[in-house]
C-alpha cells in the first residue's frame, strides 16, 4: 500500500517509478518515438493498480488480483514518526487522491490475465534521409559485382575485400524497401561534385537512377543540431545533411559513424542507419590487379 499513502520516508512508490520511467521515455526517443513503458508483474498486481498504469500510458501485464477494503484505526493511520509523516505528505498527497480507501491485495483471487504479446507492434518510421556516403556507397563499382580486384590504394582493397565477405548493397535495399526517401541539397550538390570527378560510367549512370526516387528538399538542419560545436568531424556538410534528416524526421543512412560519434558526445544523438562505405573505383580498375 504504498502507493496509497503507506509507506515509510523514503519508500518509493510503484507510481513514483512508473512517473519516473516515463520522463526517461520522453527524454530518449527512438527514432522518433517515446519508448513503451511496460510493468510486468509476477506476483500479480491489484486492479486499482493496474488501472492507475494503464491511465497514465503505461501497459500492465501479469495477473490481476482482487482487493478487499481494510478498516484501520485512527491510532493505527497516525502511526509512525511525525517528522517523517510531514516530510513524506506532500510526496504523498497525489497518490492518496487515487484511492477513496485502504485495501488488501488478495493474491488467490486472480481477476484476469495480461500476457505478453507475442511480438510487440512498434511504429516505424517510414522516412529515409541518404547522406553522401550512402550516396556513393549505392553507386560503387565494389557494390556492384566489381569488388575481385587488388587495388593500389590499401583502403579500397580493404573495402573490395569486405565486399567479398558480405554484399553491401542488400542491406541498404532491404532497409530502403516501402520508405520514403529524401536527400537534401547539400548532401546532392557534393555528391555531384564527387561523382564527376571520380566516378566511372556505370557509377554515373546508377547515379542518375537513384537520384531519380528521390525527394530533393532544401538544407534545413534542426535547432538542436545547429547547437553542436563545429570541429574536425563536426564539419557544416554533416551539419547540413544530418541536421535536415532530423528536421524531417527521418533516418539517415550513413557511413559517418565518426560524425554521429562526435555529435553524441556533445549530447545530440541521432536516428541513423550505420553502414560499411564504399567508394567509387571504376575509374581505378584499370590499374588495379584482379584475383
Known amino acids: ?26 527524454q530518449q526517443p527512438v527514432q522518433y518515438q517515446n519508448p513503451h513503458i511496460i510493468f510486468a508483474f509476477y506476483n500479480g498486481v491489484s486492479c486499482p493498480m493496474a488501472d492507475h498504469l494503464r491511465d497514465m500510458g503505461l501497459s500492465v501485464r ?53 500476457a505478453f504479446p507475442s511480438q510487440l507492434q512498434v511504429e516505424k518510421c517510414n522516412r529515409v534521409n541518404l547522406d553522401i556516403t550512402t550516396l556513393i556507397t549505392y553507386v560503387s563499382s565494389l557494390s556492384h559485382g566489381r569488388c ?73 538542419p534542426s535547432e538542436r543540431t545547429l547547437r553542436l560545436t563545429p570541429s574536425a568531424k563536426v564539419n557544416r556538410r554533416s551539419l547540413m545533411i544530418f541536421g535536415s534528416g532530423d528536421s524531417l524526421r527521418a533516418i539517415t543512412m550513413t557511413a559517418n559513424n565518426r560524425f554521429v560519434r562526435a555529435a553524441a558526445n556533445q549530447g545530440v544523438r541521432f536516428s541513423v542507419f550505420i553502414h560499411q562505405p564504399r567508394a567509387l573505383t571504376e575509374g581505378k580498375e584499370w590499374r588495379a590487379t584482379p584475383i
Not at 74 to 88: F, S
Not at 180 to 197: M, N, P, S, Y
Request: net charge negative; proline share 2%.
Open 1 to 26: 500500500n504504498i502507493w496509497q499513502g503507506r509507506g515509510q520516508y523514503g519508500d518509493k512508490s510503484i507510481i513514483r517509478q512508473a512517473e519516473e520511467f516515463l520522463q526517461a521515455s520522453r
Open 62 to 114: 501479469g495477473d490481476i488480483v482482487a482487493v478487499s477494503s481494510v478498516e484501520t484505526s485512527e491510532q493505527e493511520m497516525a502511526g509512525g514518526d511525525e517528522d517523517d509523516a510531514e516530510a513524506n505528505k506532500e510526496a504523498e498527497e497525489k497518490d492518496e487522491e487515487a484511492t477513496a480507501g485502504l485495501t488488501l491485495v488478495e493474491r488467490g483471487t486472480v481477476v484476469a490475465h495480461l
Open 148 to 220: 575481385h580486384f587488388t587495388f593500389r590504394e590499401p583502403v579500397l582493397t580493404e573495402q573490395a575485400a569486405q565486399e567479398r565477405r558480405q554484399q553491401i548493397l542488400p542491406q541498404l535495399d532491404a532497409f530502403m524497401e516501402g520508405k520514403q526517401l529524401f536527400a537534401c541539397r547539400a548532401a546532392v550538390h557534393d555528391f555531384q561534385v564527387i561523382l564527376e570527378t571520380l566516378g566511372g560510367p556505370g557509377e554515373k549512370e546508377r547515379a542518375q537512377k537513384l537520384l531519380a526516387r528521390l525527394h530533393l528538399v532544401d538544407d534545413q
